[in-house]
């Protein structure tokens, strides 16, 4: 029927037309016209840049004109405590320990002047403790961080670091976290969180038999970041 030799001779066409193309045209242009059909049918993906890391990885922006620090207490038993300025790792897991640990900076240079750790569970290191922080220059940093128990030998004569402008030393229980930094004859402005404290409680701790770690972070002016001028980059 009429309808029959036109439907084949319509068949004949378009195979022919579809050879005479495939033969023509270049073999990347079929694949570039499938890869653009793919691509309507797909969602647009955005993809967000990778943050940027700020110095001693604490989490508010630090332009270069600024020190970044950072003071964490231990946690856990291998949970070391740390602190870093402009970061360098003035205290890590490599010359820390359980009790006190402390790092005294220059406030002319911004370079670590020494680090001591005092056992606060076994032996007697109140004594050694006081003649150290006695020995501190005026103006040096102090920044102290606390691992596992920095109670049980902590001697009522240590505690003069009430001093240096702690107001929670006293608070200080078995395993308490307890982070700190000062100025030492200074007074350090009231913007600045300057002691953190995290007692165990069997209720809440976050490691069995001892408290979450606790932070102390910021990022402040280079000119001076501890004086009462300080234009201060919380976090």
């Not at 049918?41 to 600024?66: F, H, M, Y």
């Not at 370079?111 to 003649?131: R, V």
């Not at 979450?212 to 201060?232: G, N, Q, R, Y």
Request: with cysteine.
């Amino acid at each position: 029927t009429v309808k029959v030799i036109g439907l084949i001779c319509a068949s004949v066409c378009a195979w022919y037309f579809g050879y005479f193309f495939a033969e023509t045209l270049p073999e990347d242009s079929f694949q570039t016209a499938i890869g653009s059909i793919k691509q309507i049918g797909e969602k647009p993906v955005l993809k967000a840049p990778n943050p940027k890391r700020q110095k001693c990885d604490i989490w508010v922006s630090c332009p270069e004109d600024t020190l970044a620090y950072r003071v964490r207490s231990g946690g856990a038993k291998d949970l070391m405590p740390e602190v870093c300025l402009d970061d360098v790792m003035l205290i890590d897991g490599k010359n820390s320990g359980r009790g006190i640990n402390i790092a005294v900076v220059s406030r002319e240079t911004w370079k670590l002047k020494e680090t001591k750790t005092y056992d606060m569970y076994e032996g007697e290191f109140s004594p050694a403790m006081i003649e150290f922080v006695n020995g501190i220059q005026n103006g040096d940093v102090v920044l102290v961080s606390s691992h596992d128990d920095a109670a049980t030998k902590f001697k009522d004569p240590a505690r003069k670091v009430e001093d240096l402008g702690s107001t929670m030393v006293r608070q200080i229980a078995f395993r308490t976290a307890w982070t700190f930094i000062a100025v030492k004859g200074s007074k350090l402005p009231d913007n600045i969180e300057k002691e953190k404290i995290n007692h165990s409680d069997g209720n809440r701790n976050r490691y069995s038999g001892w408290p979450a770690e606790i932070k102390l972070m910021a990022a402040s002016l280079k000119s001076d970041p501890l004086t009462l001028d300080l234009k201060l980059f919380k976090e």
